[in-house]
């Protein structure tokens, strides 16, 4: 029948230690080593090593199964086996402080829900009132915040990107105005990912700036699946539904960035209006009854 080679495994270390024999030091030692190797994301890794076609298949002569076929049967059952593990929403709203931000913080106390928030400096010194709204966030445990630049690009963003240095400087400028405390990244007009060995990049456009905040220290978060709303009706551009089922398919698929993990943008000026708050609260309510975690970008991924 068919098989596949996904690692290997040395014998080496179990040794008598194992048995009890070793010294008690020894045994220490030994159970933290098996304790961080429990910690191993396995799931991932496999699915990371088939993504990129890293795994060795072999197909028996006698019972041939095609490499395309076993390759299809791991996938399924590694989709099984993560769907055994919690699935991970994070709601994350661009462009705050701004007009929605008050019911943005009174939903997430009211539905006890973790949110996250990519700010901008520029807004939050517009007006006594958005520094208000700044305020609330700060103090609202539920919220996390992190950096969306100062300026967002003023919209202008191929000619931000064209100067890395100074781009960079304008994330600086909004990390210190507004003391963020996570080193957290959104590029504003970009669906860019850079953390630990990630580097995805939507525009080449930008990818020098996410380069260098990455080797400053910086975490660039994108984004599996957006939600558009007219900010001005608070009537969906994508009906409801069809959001909450494109998430489902991203999460059933294991199609977002990391498996059991979707990252949802949306932006703050949506939720300005009484029915875009009811929107989102249905869908919040909606995505607590399918069971989903919701999760802050500090903690993102979560691995199995």
């Known amino acids: 029948m068919g098989s596949v080679t996904l690692c290997s495994v040395s014998c080496k270390d179990f040794s008598n230690k194992v048995l009890g024999s070793g ?4 045994r220490d030692t030994l159970n ?10 396995v799931l991932l890794n496999k699915w990371d090593s088939l993504q990129r076609n890293q795994l060795h298949f072999v197909v028996d002569s006698l019972h041939p199964i095609s490499v395309k076929q076993q390759k299809r049967n791991l996938k399924d059952s590694l989709r099984r086996a993560f769907d055994a593990h919690p699935k991970h929403i994070y709601l994350t709203f661009d462009d705050g402080p701004l007009i929605g931000s008050a019911a943005i913080d009174s939903l997430a106390k009211e539905k006890n829900i973790k949110v996250s928030v990519f ?3 520029k807004h ?7 520094k208000r709204d700044l305020e609330k966030y700060e103090n ?7 950096n969306h630049s100062y300026t967002h690009a003023n919209n202008q963003y191929s000619r931000f ?3 890395a240095e100074k781009a960079f400087a304008d994330f600086e400028k909004n990390e210190k105005d507004l003391n963020l405390k996570h080193k957290i990244v959104r590029l504003p007009g970009r669906n860019i990912w850079m953390y630990d060995d990630v580097r995805k990049i939507d525009l080449k456009n930008g990818s020098t700036t996410a ?8 975490r660039i978060f994108g984004w599996d699946v957006e939600w558009r709303l007219n900010s001005i009706t608070g009537v969906p551009v994508q009906p409801q539904e069809a959001t909450l089922s494109h998430i489902h398919n991203f999460m059933n698929n294991k199609s977002s960035m990391v498996p059991n993990n979707v990252v949802f943008l949306m932006h703050d000026d949506m939720f300005q209006t009484k029915k875009g708050q009811q929107e989102l609260s249905a869908l919040i309510d909606a995505l607590k ?4 975690q919701f999760e802050f970008m500090q903690d993102y991924p979560i691995k199995y």
Request: with cysteine; glycine share 10%; net charge positive.
């Open 23 to 26: 010294k008690e030091g020894d």
């Open 32 to 41: 933290e080593k098996l304790i961080h190797k429990e910690k191993v994301p």
């Open 119 to 121: 700010l901008i400096g």
């Open 124 to 130: 939050a010194n517009m007006s006594k009132g958005r």
């Open 140 to 146: 609202n445990p539920l919220i996390a915040c992190y």
């Open 161 to 163: 990107y064209n100067n």
């Open 211 to 218: 380069d260098m905040l990455h080797k400053n220290g910086y």
């Open 289 to 292: 009854k399918d069971g989903y």
